[in-house]
């Protein structure tokens, strides 16, 4: 992205009112606009470390003072004198090349800042340095959190459920799941697969609290109807499931575990490579559990029968290369019984796969910090905003923030977008520059002079109108698609070429759609979840459970759990102002 539009250069003429940005101190103006007023942290460090430059923004997301700041030494301020784990400054210093990572930091009083972490290199008066910019992005990610834990509380109490309804299939399907991840693992199918096949692998048998507990612990043959009977589990388990998003997978497996590689299975007579692949792994795991538990009917059969029985079956009701694969790891890794069920830590596990990849570390204060050269060497206000001359800096304010802007006047005439804004559209910068804002935007002026809880949704209106800065959640339909910008409007006065003042509006547009997305799917999770809970509920009788009070009973926990969290999702919103 580059200040100024070539074309309003060559073509500006033709339209009264465009900025020319290669006007001396326009691009100034702009560009130090934008650093006081964007909602990202920027600082200006060194090759020593010292910081020489902060904005405001910054000294907010920190919670620190300016006077304290400049001319300190980064981690002095936040590692406790330590380098930070995965610095990003130091090693954009020194390779001279921009990275990135995302952090999640732990503040003095315990609260926590996730943020997106660029650190850019720049030249400053001929000496290297470093950009740091921090985004904000910890809404989102407590609602991942929050997304997360809820998702593990509904894991949990279906466990408790089964556990309460019967002990052997509860602990039959944490066998399973041993098992199956143990060998998904072992077979190299990735992260994912290992958690279908964990998760599916607890969960499998789950449907069998529909079937009565006379039927599951009759001893003998079975009668028709109570064949008929067990054999409904599979696809209870995938009914009883909530039908979410994060449980679709986990789902198929639970219902194809009982398919044959012959198509001789149930409930979907399945064939060879139509059943998942987990389902697959499950259906060994499953069988080889089964056969060598003890009932209060028969004892279990020893490792190395069961062993024999599972090679019988590869090829009519295993999937040979998963029978081969089984052969091969207990054989390799000398696995008996006892190793093969040993638990995975499935919390942890799920945690990893779902939070992302971060740095995590806790803020302290080096002690003694402040000693060396506080306040020293930073850089003056003027200096900063001479750097609107250097390409490396503007190239590294413009490729650090993940934000789009546009300059209106106060016609809401367009004089300036960054392609950024305008390739989001699915428009030139030329095209956007030749419209009213609300065209540019998909023609929704309706949608932006509505007035909502009193005011003009349009954050630019309302900053024409008082003169201050402004803010709004807007949003956009673009080839079907909601998009959600956090936008920021500045009120500005620029000179056009002829140095005539022009009162503008500076309007900063964060992409905030996965927040949103985020925050609606989990509000829909909830609401699903709990319905499905309602309806299992009301199928219960005593006929089936007989212990239908303790199974009731953790169902009602997690009702209330949900409940819980929809509340703290709504307060969480409010307090971090994104409706
Ligand atoms: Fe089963
Ligand atoms: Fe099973």
Redesign the pocket.
Known sequence: MVWGIGASKKDGAKRKGWLDLGSPGLKQDLLWTLIQNVPVAYSIIDKSYRVRFVNDQMLRLRRLERGDVLGEVCYNLLNGGAHCQACVVGRAIEEGVPHRVLRKDIMPDGSVVYADDFAVPVNVGGQDMALEALVDRTLEMLIKEKTNAVFLEVIRSMIKLLEKKDPYTSRHCREVAAISSRLTQYMGLGNNAVYHAMLGGLL??L??LHVPDTVLNKRGRLEGWEMASIKE??VF?YLILPDLVSLTAIRDVAIS??EKWDGTGYPNALQGDGIPVEARIAAVA?TYSAMTSDRPYRKGMDHETAMAEIKKGAGTQFDPHVVEKFVQMVEEQSLDRRALIAPEDTTAFVQMLHSGRHVQRRITRAKGAQQGGRGQGHLADSDVRGLADSASFTGAILDATPATFMVIDECLNVLYASGGFARARGKTVEEVCAAKCFDAVGGKAAYCFEVKDGCVRCPAVRAFATGKQQRSLIREEFQGRTLYYDTYAVPVTLGDAAGNPIKCCLQILFDMTSEKLAQNELESDLRRTADTLYHFVTELDHGTTGNIEDVSDVVANLNDYLEKMQGELADMLASQGAG
């Open positions: 499998h048998d449907g069998k589990h599979p388990t575990h009982h499953d």
